[in-house]
Structure formats: structure tokens, C-alpha cells
């Protein structure tokens, strides 16, 4: 959670610093799989969604592949379901360790500036990489666009309810050490706003939806060296310059166990895991019928007789905002 790394000008229009986002990933990349335990089951779960798809996809990237965690989870558990997966990641040192030992071609890209061409693509896949992107809604267009029609968009990123306990134990306690408090903990996108940005950017037959995992740590310590063994420290351009003083780190860490500890000493980290579904539009896509052309009655398929309102409300309704 330091800021001890070069950074980019702050800028009001954006959130993240990129190249800061960059360089710790590059940092990253040497021990990655010492903690890429999240990104290895969001990986995994991703694979079982994508095995429950009655089609094949010929031409798949994996964008925002760390060190070729999602290739791996494919194989295993939808085997036969990409002809030709590659990758890219902003990060030049993970795509160099997701390039080692497989035939795969990575190569390092920026998911705010695609190199792929117009509908290009049978499959997007991405875990655990779109949330440091500045213009979600203009990357997710450019996925869009990179697809076929009738291409399809998989994606898992961190929700809103990600690293609550410890956004929470962080501000209070540099609050109280320190007389104020600066943002440590950077903000996700919320499953609401996750499936608007899905429709905005175009995606036909778009789908939100989240599941949570929860970690236990018998020390929250180890939950920031896990962070930054992922790569996945604050980068926020907003951030404080200082580091976190070694007295407001502890007290973050009692204040942590204080208010989470279970029974047996362990303390939760929750990671809201919000998954992204769409299609590029095609014409062979399911289209919903027209208002008013339903050639059956809902009374008769749930065999219930059928009440008119009479288009008056009820004496002494009143309105109401829900």
C-alpha cells in the first residue's frame, strides 16, 4: 500500500496511474505465483462459465493475462472450447513469464489502447486486470468492437464490496494516528454500474452478476504483502506520497483483528468477484418481441383468472417512489 515508485502528473480525468500500475506488475511478475490465489480461482470460475457455453470460439485473447493464469484454467476446464488463445498484458515482464513454456503468443498491450482490428475476434476473456483502467466504458467499446459479430465478451474484475475490512481498519486508524486520512484502497465498480457499462459500450444480451470469496489470514500483515505480490497495491493518482507510517500499519492491523477476528483468530478479507457477459450484436441474435404482440396470456399459462384493474387506483392509494 506505499507509495515508494515513480508516478504519473496527476491528472483530473483520471483515477489510476498507469504507469505506476505498470511498474508494479512488472515488479510483480518474478513472484507471481507465490500469491496468485485470487486470480487463479477468478480464473477458474471464469473457465467453468465459458465450459457451459454449447459453442467452440476459433480465435480467443486473453487480455490482461498476468503470467497465463486463464490459459491454464481453460485447458482444464473447457478443453476443446478455443482453437487459438493469445494474450497481452500492460505489463512487458508478466507477458514475458505467460510466453515461457508455451507455444501461446503474448505480447504487452494497453487495455485503453487495443491493438486488434475490427471484428477480429471470437472471444475476449480478461480476470482481475480491467478494474485499473481508466476509461472502462471506452475499453469494454474497443472489446466490443475487436469482436466478431455474435463474438463474445468474458470478463471478472474486483466488485465494490472488495477489501472492505481493510479499507475500513485503514482510514480509521491513520485517522486516529495521524489526525487524517488518505485514500489507500483503490474504489471498484459496482454490479449495477458493471452491467450499464456493458449496454453503453453496445454488448448484446449483457449480464452482471457477482459472487464472493473470502480469505482468512491469521495476520492482516500478510494480506499487504499478498497485495503487493500481485501487483495489486494502490495506484490511485490521488494517493498519498507518503508512505504508511509503521505506527499506523499496526494499528490498522489490531483495529483489523478487533472488528473481524473469528473464533478461531483468523481474520476475513472479502474480494466481491463481479462477472461481465456480452455479445457483439449479430443478426442471428434473440431479439425481444414487440410491446403488445404476445400470442399467449400470461392468466392462461399460470392458469389463473384474469383481473381488470378497471384503470382506476384503489381509494386511498397513494403514490409511492418504489
Keep these: 500500500m506505499s507509495a515508494d515508485t515513480p508516478h504519473a502528473a496527476a491528472n483530473t480525468m483520471q483515477v489510476f496511474d498507469r504507469r505506476l500500475v505498470r511498474w508494479r506488475r512488472d515488479r510483480a511478475a ?7 490465489f485470487l486470480v487463479r480461482e477468478a480464473a477458474a470460475r471464469l473457465a467453468e462459465r465459458l465450459a457451459d457455453i454449447r459453442r467452440n470460439f476459433p480465435l480467443a485473447l486473453d487480455l490482461g493475462c498476468h503470467t497465463g493464469v486463464v490459459a491454464g484454467e481453460i485447458a482444464a476446464a473447457a478443453p476443446g472450447k ?21 507455444a501461446t503468443p503474448v505480447l504487452a498491450a494497453d487495455e485503453e489502447a487495443l491493438p486488434f482490428a475490427a471484428a477480429s475476434l471470437d472471444l475476449v476473456l480478461s480476470a ?12 469494454l467499446l474497443q472489446i466490443r468492437q475487436a469482436l466478431k459479430p455474435d463474438g463474445l465478451f468474458l470478463a471478472v474484475l474486483p466488485g465494490g464490496a472488495t477489501l472492505n475490512e481493510l479499507r475500513h481498519a485503514l482510514l480509521a486508524a491513520e485517522s486516529d494516528t495521524t489526525g487524517g486520512a488518505a485514500p ?10 458493471a452491467a450499464g ?18 480469505v482468512t489470514y491469521d495476520n492482516p500483515l500478510k494480506l499487504f504483502d499478498d497485495l503487493r505480490a500481485m501487483g495489486e497495491a494502490s495506484a490511485l493518482i490521488e494517493r498519498s506520497r507518503q508512505p504508511l507510517r509503521r505506527g499506523t500499519l499496526l ?22 468477484l463481479i462477472f461481465l457477459a456480452g455479445w457483439a450484436p449479430a443478426a442471428s441474435q434473440p431479439k425481444p418481441l414487440r410491446p403488445g404482440s404476445a400470442a399467449a396470456r400470461l392468466a392462461d399459462a399460470l392458469d389463473a383468472e384474469e383481473l381488470s384493474t378497471g384503470g382506476t387506483a384503489p381509494t386511498g392509494s397513494g403514490e409511492s417512489g418504489l
Design 128 to 139: 482481475f486486470s480491467l478494474h485499473w483502467v481508466n476509461d472502462l466504458p471506452g475499453a
Design 197 to 214: 457499462l456493458l449496454q453503453r459500450a453496445g454488448f448484446a444480451l449483457p449480464v452482471a452478476d457477482t459472487e464472493t470469496v473470502t
Design 30 to 36: 518474478a513472484r507471481f505465483g507465490d500469491a496468485d
Design 82 to 102: 478455443v482453437g487459438h488463445l493469445f494474450a497481452a498484458d500492460l505489463s512487458p515482464a508478466m507477458a514475458a513469464r505467460a510466453r515461457t513454456g508455451t
Design 184 to 193: 489507500r484502497v483503490s474504489p471498484f465498480v459496482g454490479l449495477a454500474d
Design 251 to 272: 494499528a490498522a492491523a489490531e483495529r483489523y483483528a478487533a472488528q473481524h477476528a473469528g473464533a478461531d483468530g483468523r481474520m476475513p478479507a472479502t474480494f466481491e
